[in-house]
């Protein structure tokens, strides 16, 4: 599937290299009150310390909201259509866009999911969340 | 009124193009177009003109002033809040004239809203382009990488939230459409005029981004819009009844440059926007007479009027049912058609269809009204409120 992809700058850059360096979905902290943030900012805006930098999660979330796409003005996307954008609100609290490879319908509002990172060369990295697997569901409710 | 500044400016001049899918003129002539028909309408020449507040892109202020022969522009500003933006530009017109810096300011509004994504075979495409302030970052970095291009799919991630969180029927939406669709066939100028909409298209019609089908969406069209502001002193000695500026208010969400971080997904700008715009202009939601209400998308509508406290919060099907919100009924709602069956002028010509329910001269009159309230909403949730008046 060949997609738009942007070429980030800024803090935007910086988010995408650590997350690439670290294989997996990273987030920005504060090491001075640990707050996460996201998107990532200047500086942390609850404490105002700038002690700020990209710290790996844990890659659980839930499904918070999904935008169900028929059309798009991407040639790369509209192959897929329909298709689901996740609204993922992380363990850790900050909520990202994600893209699944679930159909809309298999995917819903509460639905617990697993976050990975995808590395599109050097400076970008897509996010997809996929539904924990019926038996992580089961094992998890034994515990 | 809470101070002495609101209630002293008005609305004296009205201009517009026809709302059409591929004009043969140059988006710079429909601008010119429309500013110069405001200015004429308001009784007054270019000479008079010395604030401009141009089109988010596609023209400057220099260049309007130039073509239009404004001898001495005294004070311009551009407003970027997308389509809040003419209606937050009311504010800033104001405080201009207000304060002295300006006497009569134009503000314009006019785009190739088709055309740029649709042109003519045969067209020249314009090199001209808009300005997408707070949206192209974002955008750029964060939506269309997962297939997010358009607004529709933007605010798809909170409106597909908002119906499943309040249970919101789609009944409610389709009478947004339908009421606009409705009001369109009066309207002289409207897009849609002549194609009427049935529950049965609306229900036929293809979803774009869920909830959104092709019918919750605004039409693309290429048009102009343009008004003349002054005080209101000036405005007793001109052509028209003036269209008093009562109050008005932008507001913006939190972060407002990204949607998916919002504690509240469904707090938008008009939240905070519409109990600052009733409090300065000293007049309550039941007070209104007409709404001319931001529709980019059914849903939006839907939205906005339970932050204007016509419903509690997933409860506006109630209100636009039973044709409350269409011409006769209680609270008749974007009269001319607005951005679903008018056209789409960034909400401008949703204040210049104020202006005319203030005159008594709209094509769609409601009978007596005195008090009319436009919203504008853009970017990803901005908002802004202007509540018009006769000068009673």
Known sequence: MRTYIPKPEWIILDWHHDCIAAEMLCIQQCAACGVWRHPPRKFCASCFSDDVSFQPVSGNGTVLSKAVSHRSLDPGWQEQAPYATLLVELAEGPRVLAATSVAPDEIEIGHHVTVRIDPHGHDFALVWADPVSTTTSRLESTT | ?392
Not at chain 2, 188 to 202: I, N, Q
Not at chain 2, 254 to 273: M, Q, W
Not at chain 2, 311 to 333: R, S, Y
Request: contains cysteine.
């Open chain 2, 1 to 392: 009124m809470s101070t002495g500044f609101w209630g002293t400016t008005a609305i004296v001049g009205v201009g517009e193009t026809d709302y059409v899918r591929g004009s043969d003129r140059h988006v710079c002539d429909l601008i010119l177009d429309a500013a110069m028909e405001a200015i004429t309408d308001a009784g007054l020449t270019p000479a008079d003109i010395n604030g401009i507040i141009p089109p988010p892109g596609y023209m400057s202020t220099e260049e309007i002033a130039a073509h239009l022969g404004v001898p001495d522009v005294a004070y311009h500003v551009s407003v970027l809040m997308g389509g809040a933006s003419p209606t937050a530009s009311l504010q800033t017109a104001s405080m201009a004239i207000a304060c002295g810096l300006a006497d009569n300011v134009l503000v314009c509004m006019g785009w190739n809203g088709y055309s740029a994504l649709s042109p003519k075979p045969d067209a020249q495409p314009t090199k001209r382009t808009m300005n997408l302030g707070p949206m192209g970052e974002t955008v750029r970095n964060f939506y269309a990488p997962y297939g997010l291009m358009s607004a529709a799919q933007h605010y798809s991630l909170y409106l597909r939230h908002y119906v499943e969180k309040h249970n919101v029927s789609e009944d409610a939406a389709a009478a947004v459409a339908m009421a606009c669709r409705k009001h369109a066939q009066l309207n002289s100028k409207a897009l849609m005029r002549g194609k009427p909409l049935t529950r049965e298209d609306y229900n036929a019609s293809p979803y774009i981004a869920e909830p959104l089908r092709k019918f919750d969406c605004c039409v693309e069209t290429d048009c102009a819009t343009a008004i003349v502001v002054t005080s209101l002193e000036r405005a007793r000695d001109l052509a028209h009844p003036a269209a008093v500026y009562l109050g008005g208010a932008e507001g913006h969400p939190a972060p407002a440059d990204e949607i998916a971080n919002r504690p509240n997904l469904l707090e938008l700008g008009i939240h905070r926007a519409a109990p600052r715009a009733f409090e300065r202009a000293g007049v309550q939601a039941h007070d209104i007479d007409v709404l001319e209400i931001y529709d980019c998308f059914t849903y939006v509508v839907l939205l906005q009027l339970e932050a204007l406290g016509y419903a509690e919060p997933g409860g506006a099907g109630e209100f636009v049912a039973n044709g409350n919100v269409e011409l006769g009924g209680k609270f008749p709602m974007n009269t001319h058609g607005g951005l679903l069956s008018q056209g789409h002028c960034w909400g401008l010509n949703h204040v210049v269809e104020a202006v005319r329910q203030i005159r008594g001269t709209a094509d769609a009159q409601v009978k007596g009204a005195e008090l009319a309230l436009v919203t504008g909403y853009g970017d990803l949730g901005d908002g802004s409120v202007a509540i018009l008046g006769s000068d009673r």
